[in-house]
């Protein structure tokens, strides 16, 4: 098994571009969510999804949209990117929410200039 | 929603000593309390975890303990290797919040 794969790995974007954070997991798993990390603060969820087909939104989700047409993949895109979305960006599935050990992936470098 | 406080921020010991990672959280709640470790360049990892109908759990050097009247839970690593120089975050995931994390090293 692959596990939680993530590309790109690293990805500089000019301020207003758009771009799409992809996410797949070949593991069967039901639950998928993204996280951005900043120093000194930790995981901070973005947007979550229970399944195909339902998503929802987490701490911070302004500026960010999910869609989740399969179990395997959950793409994350950012519409009109801006300086504040300078982050790690890090995918993780799990059984289910709330009770299950999340698997990450590798994680997205994005800088925003 | 939930609050989960980590401290310290940063630990530094000595290759053998050992090293405790406090977290505080504020949903009773939750039921589930992984640690999660992070390498330079990965992602977190769970290493250890503990569900709410137990006190204490350990796997070799590596131990949780809860407290779930005072609310808080705590990774104790035993022994202290190179190696474990990493960010340890803990998570109540009943609402998906992470501590901070902290930044341990292990001198030689």
């Known amino acids: 098994n692959a596990g939680v794969t993530q590309t790109p790995k690293f990805q500089v974007l000019k301020t207003g571009q758009s771009m799409t954070l992809q996410c797949a997991q070949d593991?069967?798993?039901?639950?998928m969510s993204w996280y951005r990390q900043d120093p000194g603060m930790g995981l901070r969820l973005i947007h979550y999804?229970?399944?195909?087909?339902?998503?929802d939104q987490g701490e911070v989700p302004n500026g960010y949209n999910v869609s989740r047409s399969t179990t395997e993949d959950f793409p994350l895109r950012l519409l009109s990117a801006a300086p504040s979305q300078t982050s790690v960006y890090f995918c993780?599935?799990?059984?289910?929410?709330?009770?299950?050990?999340?698997?990450f992936g590798p994680g997205t470098r994005l800088t925003v200039l | 929603g939930e609050n989960v406080e980590q401290h310290p921020s940063t630990l530094s010991v000595q290759e053998g000593d050992s090293a405790v990672i406090k977290c505080t959280y504020s949903?009773?709640?939750?039921?589930?309390f992984p640690w999660y470790k992070q390498e330079l360049g990965k992602g977190p990892q769970l290493i250890i975890d503990?569900?709410?109908?137990?006190g204490e759990k350990k796997d070799q050097r590596i131990a949780v303990t809860l407290n779930k009247t005072a609310k808080h839970f705590s990774l104790h690593i035993t022994e202290t290797q190179p190696e474990d120089s990493a960010v340890y975050f803990c998570?109540?995931?009943?609402?998906?919040?992470f501590g901070a994390g902290t930044r341990l090293t292990v001198k030689p």
């Open positions: 993780a599935s799990s059984y289910g929410p709330g009770e299950d050990t999340q698997y």
């Open positions: 999804s229970v399944g195909a087909g339902i998503t």
């Open positions: 998570a109540a995931p009943n609402d998906m919040r």
């Open positions: 593991m069967n798993h039901e639950y």
């Open positions: 949903d009773s709640a939750s039921n589930y």
């Open positions: 503990i569900r709410s109908n137990v």
